[in-house]
């Protein structure tokens, strides 16, 4: 195909693409004089030093322990509970296909928002959020991945007359199992993320104290909060660096 | 039967039930944190506000008036990931190109390892602070501009822009250091200049691979400057907040419409692009 | 492709199927093992015609036979136990299956190893299939068909990874288990002379047609020059061979497998089985 790739269709890209870049920046008028104004500029320092002397009172660093305990148990639970989901699809339900596209497409902070109507305030519904999304990305990666795979293992088990089930147990899983698992800790990786900023509209987890007390102007507790997140964040890309080691 | 080797049980066996246990106590651990009590889904309070909720769902919301507003939106969403991923691009690019060896002046004619202590200091520094950026959630970001450069698409764009320079850098330089040295040695050896030698020696090896990942982030861009209108950066995320603030259901139907569309969309010019250029 | 084969596999022989590459040895295993259909012609299991009975009654016949494929169809990063395990499923209830792949119990455990005892390999029985050698995985593959139910043991080229030593030990050890389990056993092999040396009845595939059907002493060394012989002989030639050559009938067992694909007809492609 890449023969005959007619130069025209990657000009004719090219033009498209450089047209949405100059109607982009042309439609957000990002007044980016603005900010660098003496005013502004000032602002900003303030805003800055603010932020880079962190709060670090016991009382309130054991408030942040506990909101990072919370996020680190949504992202893991949430990621764990869509695993099972997406094994349960990828086992007997290719036909859903659509519904996991549909949960995919949906962002993780639109499905909380609207299951905060459901559940409330709290951690509960961040992680539901967390699970639906998840559950969709996995979901189709596991479909794909068992599809995929070499057919002889399970071609021989169900020559010899297993179930589907036996097949799956005996053959199919065990093949991919690797990819399956490298698949479900990179997805970790990015809900512990997601975890932290769900707060944000109310589902618990550190992104509601960021949200609580930027609303208040209390920089320095919103950047002892920012600096949990980067640690959290550190520490379960290197959790999941090192399982995926292990395992590999 | 043959006589039966030594080991009569399974030596996993322990180890197993051990991490059966340490699984079962965990779970329950993050049950208990996260809240996670199931028969709230099911409890008549919640239940019936969700009920009364999902009753609006349909039909969408199709006002005409409405309809223009969520196609502007939906616009601004897409332009706000455009912009940030180009500012990204600003940043990323010069910065992926300081950190790969094979571009170093001091570090030629020597092995690849020894850079001057400068060189190799200064990439450090870059490295961490490159971590730095793609580490804080690109929500985290926008949360703090919007109080620097006040609500809109501004505070977006800036997110996605610091988000994605961390990571475009990152992966562009893994990109030139997985190519072959070869060329770029051969160019700067003869006493070209670094951008000469990357533009002739480095860019057609990785030029592929560079227009996919770089294809890619947009659609993730997209994806990104959705939730981002949630925390007031504008755009079709902003737009949700609101209808579900003011508990316009019908409204939401709609939006969720959309966002299941624009992301199929990107997702498809993705496809298209990587197709026609790499 | 096969055809103008007729075949009738008496419970407990056992046969030892050669020629050429690409003579159909596979595709014939495959049929016999109910993993294909026949295009045209017949399969009999016993009084059973396994292709017009319903897909789950014919799915439960599957555990009469075990087929072992020539690459031995092993998840790598299973272990070996639950590898040969997995021999015996067809046996064993879901709930009985789920808890034998998470904690193989001790009676199957012993069972295992005796069957890899018979292939040298009881020391490895708690490895991962990937840790091995591939004539160790290829032994292994061949263990499982031991603890399987089945009283077909099909068997794909299982010499191709071992050495003639561990050869000759492989052959030995599936000859006298199919006896022990009174299990028929097809082998197809690559090795003339094994398969002369340890087989009564020896089957010549060329072209997925029957060039000699006999007692490996009947066989004449112009016999196996013609099977392998480079100048193709004519199909029809083969064929009409085939016809009028005296299948040595089997008339004291009833026959428990018959494969019949339009004995008397000359070369007739369209009516064959499919290569798989």
New interface residues.
């Given amino acids: 195909m890449t023969a005959i790739t007619p130069l025209r269709a990657r000009l004719g890209a090219t033009v498209v693409v450089l047209a949405l870049v100059v109607a982009s920046f042309a439609s957000l008028s990002l007044h980016t004089g603005e900010f660098f104004t003496l005013d502004s500029l000032r602002a900003m320092g303030r805003f800055v030093r603010e932020l880079v002397q962190p709060d670090l009172h016991a009382d309130f660093l054991r408030t942040v322990a506990y909101g990072t305990l919370e996020t680190f148990a949504m992202s893991a639970l949430s990621t764990a509970l869509a695993a099972v989901i997406g094994l349960l699809i990828a086992y007997g339900a290719s036909g859903v296909r659509p519904v996991l596209n549909v949960l995919r497409a949906v962002p993780e902070l639109a499905w909380a928002s609207l299951l905060l109507i459901w559940v409330g305030l709290g951690p509960f519904a961040g992680t539901l959020a967390l699970t639906l999304h998840t559950a969709g990305v996995l979901g189709r990666l596991y479909l794909e991945a068992l599809e995929n795979q070499p057919q002889g293992p399970a071609f021989a088990l169900a020559a010899a007359g297993a179930s589907p089930l036996q097949v799956f147990c005996y053959a199919r899983l065990p093949q991919v199992l690797p990819q399956l698992l490298s698949y479900t800790l990179y997805r970790w990786e990015n809900n512990i993320r997601a975890a932290a900023v769900l707060g944000v509209v109310g589902a618990g987890g550190l992104g509601q104290l960021l949200s609580y007390h930027l609303q208040l102007f209390q920089l320095g507790r919103a950047s002892t909060v920012v600096l949990a997140t980067l640690l959290l964040v550190t520490l379960v890309d290197l959790l999941s660096d090192r399982i995926r080691h292990d395992l590999g | ?5 030594s ?7 322990p180890g ?1 039930l051990l991490a059966v246990i340490l699984t079962g106590l ?2 329950w ?3 208990r ?5 199931l028969a ?2 099911f409890d008549p309070t ?2 019936d ?2 009920r009364g ?1 999902l009753a609006g769902f349909l039909p969408p919301a199709l006002a005409p008036a409405f309809l223009l507003e969520v196609l502007r939106q939906t ?2 969403t ?3 990931a ?2 940030g991923l ?1 500012l990204a691009l600003a940043l990323g690019v010069p910065a992926a190109l300081v950190l790969t060896r094979v571009l170093s002046l001091s570090a030629l004619g020597q092995s690849l390892q020894r850079a001057s202590p400068a060189g190799r200091g200064g990439r450090a520094l870059l490295r961490l602070l490159l ?2 950026l793609r ?3 690109e ?2 970001w926008a ?2 501009l919007v ?3 006040g609500l809109g ?2 505070a977006g ?1 800036f997110a996605i822009a610091i988000t994605y320079s961390g990571m475009l850098a990152k992966v562009y330089a893994e990109m030139f250091e997985a190519a072959d040295p070869g060329p770029v040695v051969a160019l700067l050896r003869q006493g070209s200049g670094r951008l000469q030698a990357f533009a002739f020696g480095l860019l057609p090896q990785c030029a592929d691979e560079l227009i996919s990942y770089t294809v890619y982030r947009w659609e993730c861009g997209v ?1 990104t400057s ?2 981002l209108g ?2 007031g950066a504008g755009g079709l ?1 902003q737009m ?2 609101q209808s ?1 603030k003011m ?1 316009q259901a019908n409204e ?1 139907t709609t939006l ?1 419409l959309m ?2 569309l624009l ?2 969309l990107a997702d498809l010019i993705s496809h ?2 990587r ?3 790499a | 492709m096969l055809r103008g084969l007729d075949l009738t596999l008496a419970p407990g022989e056992q046969v030892a199927l050669i020629g050429p590459s690409g003579a159909g040895k596979t595709t014939l295993l495959h049929v016999l093992a109910l993993a294909l259909a026949p295009t045209a012609g017949v399969v009999q299991f016993g009084d059973k015609q396994p292709w017009a009975l319903s897909s789950g009654v014919r799915h439960r016949l599957r555990a009469n036979v075990f087929l072992a494929p020539q690459v031995p169809p092993l998840p790598p990063r299973q272990r070996v136990v639950t590898s040969v395990l997995a021999g015996r499923l067809s046996a064993l209830g879901a709930w009985r299956s789920l808890s034998s792949w998470v904690h193989p119990s001790r009676r199957e455990i012993a069972e295992a190893s005796a069957a890899l005892q018979r292939f040298d390999l009881a020391d490895k029985i708690f490895e991962r299939v990937d840790r091995l050698s591939g004539g160790e995985r290829q032994r292994v593959g061949l263990a499982r068909g031991l603890v399987s139910p089945a009283r077909l043991w099909l068997v794909d080229e299982p010499l191709a990874a071992l050495d003639p030593v561990r050869a000759r030990q492989a052959v030995q050890a599936l000859t006298e288990a199919a006896r022990d389990h009174g299990a028929s056993l097809v082998v197809s092999f690559h090795q003339v002379d094994i398969a002369m040396a340890w087989f009564p009845r020896v089957l010549g595939l060329r072209e997925g047609a029957v060039v000699f059907d006999r007692a490996p002493a009947d066989i004449r060394p112009e016999d196996l020059a013609d099977l392998y012989g480079g100048e193709g002989v004519p199909a029809a030639m083969v064929t009409a061979t085939m016809t009028s050559d005296p299948r040595p009938s089997d008339p004291i067992a009833p026959a428990p497998m018959m494969l019949s694909a339009s004995p008397t007809d000359g070369p007739a492609p369209s009516r064959g089985a499919p290569a798989a």
Avoid: I, K, Q, Y
């Avoid at chain 2, 039967?1 to 080797?5: F, I, S, V």
């Avoid at chain 2, 944190?33 to 009590?37: C, M, Q, R, V």
């Fill in positions: 039967m043959t006589a039966l080797p080991r009569g049980t399974d030596p996993a066996g197993r965990l779970v651990a993050l049950l944190l996260t809240e996670f009590h709230v889904l919640s239940a506000a969700m909720f616009w601004l897409v332009a706000m455009t912009c180009v971590v730095f580490s804080v959630p929500l985290v949360l703090l109080r620097v450069v698409p501004a764009v994806r959705v939730v949630f925390v995320g949700m907040d579900l508990m939401v969720l966002f299941v992301v199929g298209g692009l197709r026609v250029w």
